[in-house]
Structure formats: C-alpha cells, structure tokens
C-alpha cells in the first residue's frame, strides 16, 4: 500500500527473502550483495548526511575524498548493490523550504533538486551501464532533471485494482455488506492514503458508513495540487475534539516531532490517555510512528489539511517556540543540525505573526554564524523569505523601523551573493522607494543589481548616489569597492584600481583596517592588478588574513584567487605544454596545475553544498580554463554545465562570462562553428551602455581573430 510500503515488502520478500509471506524470493546467485536503504523521510535526514553514509559504506571508514561522486560513483559499479532512496520528493525545491510543510504545491519548478549534488550522482549513475549498483528512488514527484535520461525507468503506481482494494477493505473491516464494500473499494481504489483513510472509517463501528458514498464524486487528490477531499475530511470530522487538537498541533511542525516535543507542546499529564489517542490515530491511517527515532509524522497531504483546521495557529505557534526556546543555545553555531532548535523558533515566531522577535533572534543569533562566517546562503534565504510573505515586491512584514531597514539590507546581500539580481531589483525597485532612500547600502545593492542585469550607467550612477548618501569613512570603503568591482566587470581598469585604492584610504581614515577589511583591500587590489608577479606577491598577505579571521568565505575566495592566477599564468603560456609547470610554480601554496585542480574541486564540493551557484558556476569556468591544455572533454563538460548555470542566472555578465569560455574550449577541440555561434552571442548581450565599450570591443576583436582562423 503505497510506494514505500511496496518497496519495502519487495526488498525483504523477492530481494532478500527474508519474509516469503510478501514475495517469491529469487535466487541466492542473483541477489545484490549490498543493500542500502536511506529514508528522506526520516527528521535528520540529509543530503550531506546520505552521502557520509553511502561513503562509509562502500568506502569503509576512513578520510573523506576530495571527489565525493566519482569515488562513490566508482565504488559502486565495483559491486552488484542496490541503494533505496525513500520520500525522494523531500529534497526537490517543492518540500526544501522552511514553509513548505504549509505551503501549497503549485509549480512545475517544484520538481528541481534542492542539493546539485544529488543530481549529479543520480545522473552519473543513470549514465553508467553495466551491473553495478543500482538505485531505486520512491517519490511522489518526478524530478524534472530526470525525466527522459537513459538508464532511468519510471515507474508510475496508479493505486491498487478495484479487486485488490476490495480485498485490503474486507481484511480490515468485518461484517460489513460486500456490495457497500466493493463501492467504496471503486471509489478510493486509485489513492493509497484515500483508501486507507476508508478503512480507518469503516472499521469504527460508530462511524455513519454511507457518508463515504454521499453525494458526487469525492474530489480525490491531484499529483501536485492538494485538496481537501471528501475522505480526508470525513476521517477528520470523526476524530473527537482532543484528537483533532492532537493532529492540530502535529500538523504546526516544520517536519518530524519528537515523541518529547509532541508532549511538551501538547501539555500531557496521562501517558496512558496520550498514547491512546496515538493508537487509535495511527489506526486511522492519519499519524505515522517511528518507535526507531522516537519521532510521530504525518503525510504531507493530511499535515496540510489538519493545519488548515488548526484554528488558533498563533497559540500553536506560541507553545512550539516556547517548547525549544528552553533548549540551550551554543555560543557559536558551526553547523546547520546546531541551528535546528533556533530555526523552528524562527520558522514559529513567524507564523504566530512576531514577526519583530523572529527577526530579533534572526539578527542576534543566526545571520553573523550561518550568513556570513557559515555562508549558508540557500538557509538564510529561506529564513528571510518568511519576512516576506507577498514576495520580495511586497511589505515587509517587521514593524519594528529599525529591525525592518537591516532586514531589507541583509535580504538585498543575500540575494545579490547568490545572483537573483532581479528580485533585488523588485525589492529594491520603483514600488518601493522608501526602502533604499538614505540607505546607503541599500542603494549600493540597488545599484549593482541594475548593472548586472544589463542597466549599467544607471546601475553606477546608483552606486554613486549611494556613496554620495553616506560620511561614514568605513561604510564608504564598502561602497568604493563595490564600484571597483563592477569597473573590473567591464574592463574599465583605470576607473576600477582607482576606487580599490580609494577604498584602503577609507578604511585608513576609519581606523578599522582589521582582519576583515585587510582580506578586502588585498584581494579588491589583487583583481585590480594587470601584473600576475605583483598579485601573486600579495597573495600571502592574503592568506594570513584569511587564517586570522577563519571563515569559509574569506578561505572560498583565498582558494579561488590562487587558482585565478595560476590559470592567468599558464595562459600567458599560450598553452605549451613544455611551458606550463614552469609557469605555474610561482605562488605561494600552490605548485602545480595538479594542485590547482584539487584547490579548484574541493572548492567546487563546498559551493553545491551550500547551494552557492553563483560561486559553483565560476568554479566551473575556471575548472575548464585549467584543463583545456590536458583533458579537453572534462573543459567542454564544465564549461558546458558552466554555461547552464549561467542562464538560470540574472547576471548579464556571468552569461557573457560563460559563453566565451565555452567558444574557447570549443575552438580548441575543433568546434569552430559552435565557437564562433557562441562568442558572437556574447557580443549581443554586451549591454549598449558607451561605458560597456572596451569589453564589446575586446569580444569583438576575439571574433574577428577567430573568424580569420576558422578553416573553410
């Protein structure tokens, strides 16, 4: 009953056979010899956490590769094994988010992968043929990054026959009439959790057995739209008042309760009545157990319908929050399972509608840990999407003057960091003026958005705007580099090593020349550097500010500037391969191109951790500017992949960016005609601002070279 449940009964009745009550076992000789099954379903289930266990595994215990996949990937096909994915559905987009256990689903784009990692493995192991490991993944969606790839069979399970569902009913309930029980079989036949709910009704012998039939055709539940249907409303109808509070407050969590937390919030004084009232729900097919984990759950489609009938969400809310604020906060959090307890809080507050606690606790005890020292950008969004709850163009929900101008500043960073430069665009934009007057840092995100959406002399005359607003000598050191940036974007150097200079005079005259802000002279002056020697001289500057302060962030673009100027060397090379170590032993803690290339995909592992894809997409041009010169399909395949995410992306410039490493690569494996097509689409989306002049006419002269040397 179910796709779990089927998996399930396969695996120990024809795989394994351990129960043949369930299946015909096969033979010994034809079973695989490792079975592991990972449930998404599970409270502490996680992409990082799966793939720790299928490393320890198939690897054994041991130091964690540098390439995660392809060690696993490898290990794998070493053996005939089988791996279970269960609830996959729980880590697409549509069920990632904070809200979504009491968000509706509505969009295709639900059916993306949360983690690219995940989608990375899935899609390598569908390409690998041969009797390796397989896997089997249960969901209730079908990844859209999936569909239609060799090596992947899609199985949809309609529900049972009308013969088998007459069947499971008889089972379940005695005495009852076989034509009634063959009706109600036809109607709910279709819908595993429908036909279940039914079951639980009949067997009750106080329950008015005709109301399952009364009236039309019960509205049973659409794949992605849910609906409150006849069924799952008379099933919640027939609970007492207690139990439907029981379920109310179940349905208020973001995901698995704790057997602790269920009583806590629910204030029980009578484990014997508590437990009975979890006996018979279960028995109605509407509360999961899992005695494991100590944890009850609920089916996403009764969680949001019992939620919906939760009359007094802002109580619920009240007493969950209440429940984990007595829960020690750590000093320091240094890990996403660490922020759980100060998530929910967060998450509870919002939906209680304290808005300014939330995001006083946000301010206090989650944005310098996770935002910025942690770079969890995907979290923090996800979190900051709460404040908002008519999307980004809309009110703030904070009250609080002060609270809600830091707000929208941190939520313009964080969707700048992570390249959705139109949303900072609709947060920031006409509609909403009052956010960025006087604001100076509101006005620098403003700006930048604007310019790398193709805006450019108004997204720099912003920046200026901005600058102008404020007389804080530190605050106009972020503003100068700020402009440097987007001057270096568009090859305007002199304009960009002026401003990175005026930014270190800014912070000279602050007095705040510390750690942090040394890391952003030197690394603002490395990029502004034409001379490689001279910036690979700083680079340890560089990094000894990097270990003072031991951030990722700070480490990320530590990591991604060495390589930078290791591949900025061996181009110098003109690509001689006789040249290249030559040219690439100069930096320090960095000697070869071997080297660089781990630098570049350990980085790269972090950044799909994370969900930086900004950051992912500039590790994949660089991975494919260092090995052009030694292994041209692994350049075409990040270049390529670089390029997909480019186009996911706001930003004009990371398009550009992608596509001439692309037309590079593709020229050097003999792909003229792909090459030039894509070098001249980067020229078209050179915005036609006369600022963008030298990099339009530095594309155009690559053209007009590479249209000299195409063969005919």
Same mark, same amino acid.
């Given at each position: 009953?179910?796709?779990?449940?089927?998996?399930?009964?396969?695996?120990?009745?024809?795989?394994?056979?351990?129960?043949?009550?369930?299946?015909?076992?096969?033979?010994?000789?034809?079973?695989?010899?490792?079975?592991?099954?990972?449930?998404?379903?599970?409270?502490?289930?996680?992409?990082?956490?799966?793939?720790?266990?299928?490393?320890?595994?198939?690897?054994?215990?041991?130091?964690?590769?540098?390439?995660?996949?392809?060690?696993?990937?490898?290990?794998?096909?070493?053996?005939?094994?089988?791996?279970?994915?269960?609830?996959?559905?729980?880590?697409?987009?549509?069920?990632?988010?904070?809200?979504?256990?009491?968000?509706?689903?509505?969009?295709?784009?639900?059916?993306?992968?949360?983690?690219?990692?995940?989608?990375?493995?899935?899609?390598?192991?569908?390409?690998?043929?041969?009797?390796?490991?397989?896997?089997?993944?249960?969901?209730?969606?079908?990844?859209?990054?999936?569909?239609?790839?060799?090596?992947?069979?899609?199985?949809?399970?309609?529900?049972?026959?009308?013969?088998?569902?007459?069947?499971?009913?008889?089972?379940?309930?005695?005495?009852?009439?076989?034509?009634?029980?063959?009706?109600?079989?036809?109607?709910?036949?279709?819908?595993?959790?429908?036909?279940?709910?039914?079951?639980?009704?009949?067997?009750?012998?106080?329950?008015?057995?005709?109301?399952?039939?009364?009236?039309?055709?019960?509205?049973?539940?659409?794949?992605?739209?849910?609906?409150?249907?006849?069924?799952?409303?008379?099933?919640?109808?027939?609970?007492?008042?207690?139990?439907?509070?029981?379920?109310?407050?179940?349905?208020?969590?973001?995901?698995?309760?704790?057997?602790?937390?269920?009583?806590?919030?629910?204030?029980?004084?009578?484990?014997?009545?508590?437990?009975?009232?979890?006996?018979?729900?279960?028995?109605?097919?509407?509360?999961?157990?899992?005695?494991?984990?100590?944890?009850?759950?609920?089916?996403?489609?009764?969680?949001?319908?019992?939620?919906?009938?939760?009359?007094?969400?802002?109580?619920?809310?009240?007493?969950?929050?209440?429940?984990?604020?007595?829960?020690?906060?750590?000093?320091?959090?240094?890990?996403?399972?660490?922020?759980?307890?100060?998530?929910?809080?967060?998450?509870?507050?919002?939906?209680?509608?304290?808005?300014?606690?939330?995001?006083?606790?946000?301010?206090?005890?989650?944005?310098?840990?996770?935002?910025?020292?942690?770079?969890?950008?995907?979290?923090?969004?996800?979190?900051?999407?709460?404040?908002?709850?008519?999307?980004?163009?809309?009110?703030?929900?904070?009250?609080?003057?002060?609270?809600?101008?830091?707000?929208?500043?941190?939520?313009?960073?964080?969707?700048?960091?992570?390249?959705?430069?139109?949303?900072?665009?609709?947060?920031?934009?006409?509609?909403?003026?009052?956010?960025?007057?006087?604001?100076?840092?509101?006005?620098?995100?403003?700006?930048?958005?604007?310019?790398?959406?193709?805006?450019?002399?108004?997204?720099?005359?912003?920046?200026?705007?901005?600058?102008?607003?404020?007389?804080?000598?530190?605050?106009?050191?972020?503003?100068?580099?700020?402009?440097?940036?987007?001057?270096?974007?568009?090859?305007?150097?002199?304009?960009?090593?002026?401003?990175?200079?005026?930014?270190?005079?800014?912070?000279?005259?602050?007095?705040?020349?510390?750690?942090?802000?040394?890391?952003?002279?030197?690394?603002?002056?490395?990029?502004?550097?034409?001379?490689?020697?001279? =910036?690979? +001289? *700083?680079?340890?500057? %560089?990094?000894?500010? !990097?270990?003072?302060? #031991?951030?990722?962030?700070?480490?990320? $673009? &530590?990591?991604?500037?060495?390589?930078?100027?290791?591949?900025?060397?061996?181009?110098?090379?003109?690509?001689?391969?006789?040249?290249?170590?030559?040219?690439?032993?100069?930096?320090?803690?960095?000697?070869?191109?071997?080297? =660089?290339? +781990? *630098?570049?995909?350990? %980085?790269?592992?972090? !950044?799909?951790?994370? #969900?930086?894809?900004?950051?992912?997409? $500039? &590790?994949?041009?660089?991975?494919?500017?260092?090995?052009?010169?030694?292994?041209?399909?692994?350049?075409?395949?990040?270049?390529?992949?670089?390029?997909?995410?480019?186009?996911?992306?706001?930003?004009?410039?990371?398009?550009?960016?992608?596509?001439?490493?692309?037309?590079?690569?593709?020229?050097?494996?003999?792909?003229?005609?792909?090459?030039?097509?894509? $070098?001249?689409?980067?020229?078209?989306?050179?915005?036609?601002?006369?600022?963008?002049?030298?990099?339009?006419?530095?594309?155009?002269?690559?053209?007009?070279?590479?249209?000299?040397?195409?063969?005919?």
């Amino acid at each position: 009953m179910g796709k779990s449940s089927l998996a399930w009964s396969w695996l120990h009745g024809d795989l394994r056979g351990t129960d043949v009550s369930i299946g015909s076992a096969i033979p010994t000789d034809e079973r695989p010899k490792g079975i592991l099954w990972y449930s998404f379903y599970e409270s502490k289930a996680s992409i990082s956490a799966f793939f720790h266990t299928a490393l320890h595994y198939f690897l054994g215990v041991g130091k964690e590769p540098t390439d995660v996949i392809s060690s696993l990937v490898t290990a794998m096909q070493q053996q005939r094994g089988l791996v279970v994915l269960d609830g996959l559905e729980r880590q697409l987009l549509g069920f990632s988010g904070l809200d979504q256990p009491h968000r509706r689903e509505e969009e295709d784009s639900i059916r993306y992968f949360s983690d690219p990692r995940l989608r990375e493995l899935l899609r390598t192991i569908a390409s690998v043929p041969g009797g390796g490991t397989k896997i089997l993944i249960t969901s209730r969606l079908m990844p859209i990054e999936l569909e239609g790839l060799n090596g992947v069979d899609e199985l949809q399970i309609p529900g049972l026959s009308e013969d088998e569902a007459t069947e499971f009913l008889e089972r379940e309930t005695q005495g009852l009439n076989k034509t009634f029980i063959a009706d109600v079989a036809r109607t709910y036949c279709s819908h595993p959790l429908a036909l279940r709910l039914a079951a639980g009704l009949l067997a009750d012998p106080g329950y008015d057995n005709a109301a399952l039939l009364a009236g039309s055709e019960p509205k049973i539940v659409d794949e992605l739209v849910q609906r409150e249907h006849h069924v799952l409303e008379q099933a919640y109808e027939a609970l007492s008042g207690p139990e439907q509070t029981f379920l109310g407050i179940i349905s208020a969590f973001r995901g698995a309760t704790s057997f602790d937390a269920a009583k806590a919030v629910l204030g029980t004084k009578s484990l014997d009545y508590f437990w009975a009232q979890v006996d018979r729900l279960v028995d109605r097919g509407l509360l999961w157990v899992n005695k494991h984990q100590q944890e009850f759950d609920l089916h996403p489609i009764v969680r949001l319908y019992c939620y919906s009938r939760l009359i007094d969400k802002t109580a619920v809310a009240d007493r969950i929050s209440g429940v984990f604020e007595s829960i020690p906060r750590p000093q320091t959090i240094r890990t996403r399972e660490q922020a759980e307890p100060l998530l929910e809080i967060t998450y509870q507050y919002a939906r209680a509608g304290r808005y300014d606690d939330a995001c006083r606790l946000f301010d206090d005890a989650i944005w310098m840990d996770l935002g910025v020292k942690l770079d969890e950008n995907r979290l923090i969004l996800d979190l900051i999407a709460l404040f908002f709850p008519e999307g980004w163009a809309g009110e703030c929900a904070v009250l609080d003057q002060d609270l809600g101008e830091g707000l929208v500043q941190k939520t313009a960073q964080v969707l700048a960091s992570t390249g959705r430069y139109s949303d900072v665009v609709a947060l920031l934009g006409k509609g909403s003026p009052s956010r960025r007057e006087g604001n100076a840092q509101v006005g620098q995100f403003f700006g930048r958005a604007l310019f790398e959406t193709g805006l450019c002399a108004a997204g720099i005359d912003e920046m200026y705007r901005a600058l102008n607003l404020t007389e804080d000598e530190h605050r106009k050191g972020h503003m100068h580099d700020a402009i440097a940036l987007v001057f270096s974007t568009i090859h305007c150097t002199t304009q960009a090593r002026y401003h990175a200079r005026e930014m270190k005079g800014c912070y000279k005259r602050s007095r705040r020349l510390d750690a942090r802000h040394r890391f952003e002279v030197i690394f603002r002056k490395i990029n502004v550097l034409s001379s490689s020697r001279k =910036a690979e +001289r *700083l680079v340890q500057t %560089l990094e000894d500010a !990097a270990k003072e302060l #031991g951030w990722d962030a700070t480490t990320k $673009l &530590l990591v991604q500037t060495k390589a930078e100027l290791l591949i900025r060397r061996l181009e110098a090379a003109k690509g001689k391969h006789s040249r290249v170590k030559q040219f690439m032993t100069g930096v320090d803690g960095v000697a070869d191109v071997d080297e =660089a290339d +781990r *630098l570049i995909s350990e %980085l790269l592992g972090e !950044a799909r951790n994370t #969900g930086d894809t900004p950051l992912e997409g $500039l &590790l994949l041009r660089l991975s494919a500017r260092l090995t052009v010169y030694s292994d041209l399909e692994r350049a075409a395949a990040a270049a390529n992949e670089s390029l997909r995410i480019a186009r996911r992306l706001d930003s004009v410039f990371t398009k550009i960016s992608a596509l001439r490493v692309l037309s590079d690569v593709e020229v050097k494996i003999g792909e003229f005609r792909h090459g030039l097509a894509h $070098l001249r689409e980067a020229r078209a989306l050179v915005p036609k601002d006369a600022i963008c002049e030298p990099l339009r006419s530095e594309i155009a002269t690559e053209l007009h070279n590479l249209e000299r040397a195409a063969p005919l």
